[in-house]
């Protein structure tokens, strides 16, 4: 049995979206529905939400807690579609604010069909959405020794990429890798040192978990998606727990808040070269009580933008 997903950061999240009754928001990463439960208090009996989730067992989940809920349209979907869900689900109204909370939640890591976790055995997937795709045992069965450092190194900041690249492929030789538990302890074997209070497959595991889904590839879209459909005014709020994530979240923000230095000089810059977002205060990070009430908080970070003319 799986625990329940607690959302992280709600009430700051709530807070800097400025939400305004009856308004129209989006939570691009539904999860277990913390966020859009308070999304939907917050907007009153006339206001709006779309939530969207790319792993089927959450949209099952959502259905059967959100039924009688008219005001919610809940949707199975890659968040990186946000430039034409916004408007297909809005009744022509203006988004007011998108709020991604990114990452794994609780129930997809405890649950070991998943694959996602190597503290339980399981089958070798990490698929957000099982749905489509290839498997993680997939890709290792047929990738090259160097393809797979590279995913190691860029996506996990692996110090041991080659080592534990070079025994997969080892491995593979004798049988193909299936399950979680043998590409645990054979990345163990590999990796020299641990890093305190961390297995020694956290940065692979992580690594194999980002490239399989195009996290990052996916998040860029949804990023340059959510700018084209917030309104003037409308917030983007981004809650990342890596700093892949954040260093993408952070640079994004911050080209889309600063004109180009090659225009900056001209006596009138060129309205297409304008920013187009405003950051709004500094990152945010979970109180103490927080993260003694739940742990997983302990590496949430939080960005916010606002939406300009």
Known sequence: MTSEHTAVLVEAALAALAIEAGGYYVDATFGRGGHTARLLEAVGGEGRVLAIDQDPQAIQAGRARFADEMRLALVHASFAELGSLVPAYGDGRACRGVLFDLGVSSPQLEDPARG??????????????????????GWLARAGVDEIREVIADFGEERFARRVANAIVAARREHPLLRTGELATLVARAVRTREPGKHPATRTFQALRIFINDELGALERALNAALKVLAPGGRLAVISFHSLEDRLVKRFMQRASTVDAALA?????????????????????????????????????????????
């Open 116 to 137: 996602f976790s190597f503290r339980a055995d399981g089958p070798l997937d990490m698929r957000m959405d099982t749905s489509r795709g290839e498997p993680v045992s």
């Open 265 to 309: 000089r001209l006596p009138v810059v060129p309205a297409a070269a304008r920013p187009s977002l405003r950051i709004v205060g500094r990152k945010v990070r979970p109180e103490a009580a927080e993260v003694a009430r739940n742990p997983r908080a302990r590496s949430a970070l939080m960005r916010v933008a606002e939406r300009l003319a």
